[in-house]
Nanobody, 121 residues
Framework: QVQLVESGGGLVQPGGSLRLSCVAS????????MGWYRQAPGKQRELVAT???????KYADSVKGRFTISRDNAKNTVYLQMNSLKPEDTAVYYC???????????????WGQGTQVTVSS
């Protein structure tokens, strides 16, 4: 069984910063791409950022220059450093990862349970 668990969400004022973490655990053989998505009330889930095992990154235009995705392959962990936060960044943030476990040669996509980020004064 593979699990993704996020942490680090909360309430922050506009212009502030937060750092999200997501740890993958279980019978993991290898992890391919990892990423962060978000879903605001009444909106569809959208891509925030992704990172490959070689640390190539991609960002949504709305967060470029403010958010930084990184990963620690030894710890099966992906991070999202969020700076200069805006009210429109308010959403539930989900991590995901393409993971191969010890029992299945295919990569499957797993999701965390989500962590709330609220940007408000």
């Amino acid at each position: 069984q593979v699990q993704l668990v996020e942490s680090g969400g909360g309430l922050v004022q506009p212009g502030g910063s937060l750092r999200l973490s997501c740890v993958a655990s279980g019978s993991i053989f290898s992890i391919n791409a990892m990423g962060w998505y978000r879903q605001a009330p009444g909106k569809q889930r959208e891509l925030v950022a992704t990172i490959t095992p070689g640390r190539s990154t991609k960002y949504a235009d709305s967060v470029k220059g403010r958010f930084t995705i990184s990963r620690d392959n030894a710890k099966n962990t992906v991070y999202l450093q969020m700076n200069s936060l805006k009210p429109e960044d308010t959403a539930v943030y989900y991590c995901n990862a393409d993971i191969r476990d010890w029992y299945d040669p295919r990569y499957n996509t797993y999701w965390g349970q989500g962590t709330q980020v609220t940007v408000s004064s």
